[in-house]
C-alpha cells in the first residue's frame, strides 16, 4: 500500500502556494541490485491536481523522476476553505492521493 501524498500550502494575495511530496521508490528499470539482478522499473507516470473537484493540473512523468519527488506549484483565485487534491497512478497500477483544505 503506498503512503499518501504529503500537502502544504498557503494562500497570500489570492494565489495558494502548494507543495507536496510523493513517497515513492521511482526505479527506472536499469538499476542493479546487490547480486547483479535487475530492478524492475516502477515510477508515477500520472499526477493529477484538483481544487474543489475540478482538475487544474496534469503531469505525465517517467521514470527520470527521482526518488519520493516533491512537486510545488501556484493556483490562482484560491480563497480560504477550497480543497487541493493531488492523486497519482504508477506504472504498476498502484495509486495514492492526499488533499489540504486551505485556511
Known amino acids: 500500500m503506498p503512503k499518501p501524498?504529503?500537502?502544504?500550502g498557503r494562500i497570500k494575495a489570492g494565489v495558494a502556494s502548494i507543495k507536496s511530496?510523493?513517497?515513492h521508490p521511482m526505479t527506472t528499470g536499469t538499476q542493479r541490485d546487490a547480486e547483479g539482478n535487475l530492478i524492475p522499473a516502477h515510477y508515477i507516470k500520472?499526477?493529477?491536481c484538483k481544487k474543489n473537484d475540478d482538475v487544474i493540473l496534469t503531469a505525465n512523468w517517467g521514470p527520470s523522476v527521482s526518488k519520493d519527488p516533491f512537486f510545488a506549484f501556484k493556483v490562482k483565485d484560491a480563497v480560504a476553505g477550497d480543497v487541493i487534491e493531488i492523486s497519482w497512478v504508477d506504472n504498476l497500477g498502484e495509486?495514492?492521493?492526499g488533499s489540504l483544505t486551505l485556511k
Not at 5 to 8: D, N
Open 95 to 97: 495509486t495514492s492521493s
Open 21 to 23: 511530496l510523493m513517497p
Open 46 to 48: 500520472d499526477v493529477t
Open 5 to 8: 501524498v504529503k500537502i502544504k
